[in-house]
């Protein structure tokens, strides 16, 4: 959280801090389309300057990994576990940079994404049984949840790079946010609070003539 000391006349619009501005704000624009695109942005800079990392324990990366249906709840992820899923995150927020910036997609974060494609399979497995009849099921041997869960979400960078919304990648202008998200029309940034933090930074340049960007 920023504290101002003093508001000189001068000074940018205070933000006044409020609870909420603590918390992750709500899924950026694709991620919830695409899982790998709330998974890259499970690292962020919230708009004050903290940083919040969601996978940063074994229970958080648990709960994150629940919620977004890649493990059973109370699967009881390991550190070894989280810390897998933070070093595929950063390759797969390495590999969106890239083609957001029109760069060549960086060699390291290429195998490691086709290493979690191969080491686990990805696909939902047919079943059948006399309750539900035939139905898909991710197959979840305790062992290889995390596996499945690195499988799952590296084949969801692979749709979402190689998609037509590829091309709606962007960054967040909203400085220093540093989440990812799929352009709508000329918005570009990631949340109400980016936007709202993005508009009051331009006016004030306007006013002032210190024009940033
Ligand atoms: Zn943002």
Redesign the pocket.
């Known amino acids: 959280m920023r504290f101002m000391k003093d508001s000189a006349p001068s000074a940018p619009p205070a933000p006044v801090p409020r609870a909420h501005e603590s918390a992750a704000p709500p899924p950026a624009s694709g991620a919830e389309q695409y899982p790998a695109l709330d998974f890259a942005n499970s690292a962020l800079t919230l708009p004050g300057g903290q940083s919040l990392d969601l996978l940063a324990t074994p229970a958080a990366a648990g709960e994150w990994l629940a919620g977004h249906g890649l493990a059973p709840a109370g699967a009881g992820l390991q550190e070894v576990c989280a810390s897998r899923l933070r070093a595929l995150r950063d390759q797969v927020r390495a590999l969106i940079a890239a083609r957001v910036e029109g760069r060549p997609a960086p060699a390291g974060a290429l195998a490691a994404v086709n290493d979690a494609l191969t080491r686990a399979p990805a696909a939902r497995l047919l079943r059948w049984d006399p309750e539900r009849g035939l139905h898909r099921e991710a197959s979840h041997p305790v062992t290889q949840i995390v596996e499945h869960a690195l499988a799952a979400l590296a084949a969801d960078t692979a749709d979402l790079l190689t998609s037509p919304d590829a091309d709606r990648l962007t960054a967040?202008g909203?400085s220093p946010?540093t989440?990812f998200l799929l352009r709508h029309g000329r918005r570009h940034?990631?949340?109400t609070r980016?936007g709202d933090r993005a508009r009051a930074a331009r006016s004030y340049a306007r006013r002032t003539g210190t024009a940033t960007r």
């Open positions: 967040c909203s946010c989440r940034w990631c949340s980016c």
